[in-house]
């Protein structure tokens, strides 16, 4: 996969994707919280074909039906305060990850890490919301988890590697 | 002092005013907020308490576009990485030298062409050097051009020439505004601030945990506060080590640019940089007095042209190094052009220093002309490239 990431100081995030069928995409995440997808011309790189600006909450819908995720957070009135630095991600567990077999309770998730597990998506659709701590992980379940960019980082350390 | 308010509301009115129209024709609101502080102040006409003078709220106004400054570099400072800027590779190291070197040189030139003393000329280098940094983010978002593959370059490139202006701006304001003579104590005076600078940004590294431990605070009046605390400190206690206040508040936004709560202090500072940086340029306008414009007219021109000439040649260089198409590297030159805040924060050390008032007329004309030749040049650079291909086309014909 060529996926670049870029930073535009004064402006925000540029992330570059070209596709394997060919396509040159470029989502431009704004400092401002607002998102800009970009399709290019596949031959001349700064020829734009079109683009879409999305806000923040439709960024956050469209990237669930990207990513395939029925479940959709119901976020608070009050975003800002409610997410003040949170950031909540997807993560599919691969087979190889060494937590599979491991309870949630077993990996000390929360006290290790700082990070929460909101919800587990088996393959066949079905939900656990906010698993408990006897939950054991299987491979290809997607988890939504919730914490701080650094707290994530670590949760999938621990999540690869069955501890940190 | 009763219609202090009521005056502060008027200039916010006409501001508020200007800016709507700008949005209106799709332009760069910057030159619009001078244009318009020039058509007020000291001549302006006046009935009852409709008094577009500004007399009572003139130091106020003056003020809050002095906080607009800090603001502007501040927010600036949270957005700049050092470390980003070294790994960006050599295009823009290469092409960002070159660019300072081509436009710096042009600052020489024009001083020595139209015989100004070394002081004025130095001050005149930093006019032509800084790229307004809020004009070309502006402009790119604006354009849609945040996708295309040289916007990465502009920025990088815009980023080392705000190095490079913070640099000499601390220089320059040992070497006019300490009021020292002798060469020696002018030296001593620039190494203080430099030095100041240094040990400030390494210092501000190692302790960054504590003031991160020190903002882990809920409530955002605290939080926001503490910021405040910092900006105002760190900018004013530079001032007494001649480092312009402007600097002081870059440094602090490049130490808390590191900071784990950078997001946070970047939104809680946002609507205070867009609200007193619209009065910094405002208050710019109102200190210019039109009629002495006319003296600077063609020392103005030559620096446009000069400015011009050097970003092409510097955009040209950094777009070849990076292998993006002819075309994108036009853009790389157009975009860069736009003048702004940085040439105004330069010529304001001037006026403090007591220089020539030349260069507040000089600064005034090549800042209008730049800032709305910067982005009229970015918006048509796709059909430019296109008429000089074509000419190119047709000279090879004729040859052939």
Known sequence: MDLRESELPGIGRKYSLRTRSGEQLVIVVHNDERRDIFHMDADEPDEMRSMVTLDDEEARVVSAILAGITYKPKFLENQEIALDSLVIEWIRLEPLSKCVGKRIGELDIRKTTGATILAVVEKDKTKHINPGAEYVFTPGVTLVVAGERIQLNQLKKLLLNGAL | ???????????????????????????????????????????????????????????????????????????????????????????????????????????????????????????????????????????LVDLKRTANPETEIIMGMIMFDDLFIAVHISILTGLILSGASSFWSVLLISLTALAFIVVFLFVGRKIIKYIDFALNIKSSELFLLMIMTLLFLVAGFSETLHVAEAIGALMIGLVLGESRHVKRIEQQVLPFRDFFGALFFFSFGLTIEPASLGGAVGMTLIAVLLTLVGNLGAGMLAGRISGISPKASLNVGFTLVSRGEFSIIMANIGKAGGLMASIQSFAVLYVLILAVLGPLLTKESKWIYQSYEQLRKRLRRSRG
Not at chain 2, 7 to 17: K, N, P, R, S, Y
Not at chain 2, 60 to 66: A, K, L, N, P, V
């Open chain 2, 1 to 139: 002092m009763e219609t202090l308010i009521f005056e502060v509301g008027m200039a916010l009115a006409l501001i508020t005013l200007t800016g709507l129209l700008s949005a209106k024709l799709r332009f760069s609101v910057i030159p619009f907020y001078i244009l318009i502080g020039m058509a007020v102040g000291p001549h302006a006409p006046h009935f009852w308490i409709i008094d577009l003078r500004f007399i009572e709220s003139s130091s106020f106004i003056e003020f809050m576009g002095r906080l607009g400054i800090l603001f502007l570099l501040f927010y600036l400072g949270l957005e700049f990485s050092v470390a980003r800027l070294l790994k960006s590779g050599k295009a823009i190291i290469v092409g960002g030298s070159f660019y300072v070197a081509l436009n710096f040189i042009s600052g020489l030139l024009l001083g020595w062409i139209t015989d100004l003393p070394i002081k004025e000329t130095l001050v005149v280098c930093g006019i032509m050097t800084s790229s307004s940094t809020a004009i070309v983010a502006k402009v």
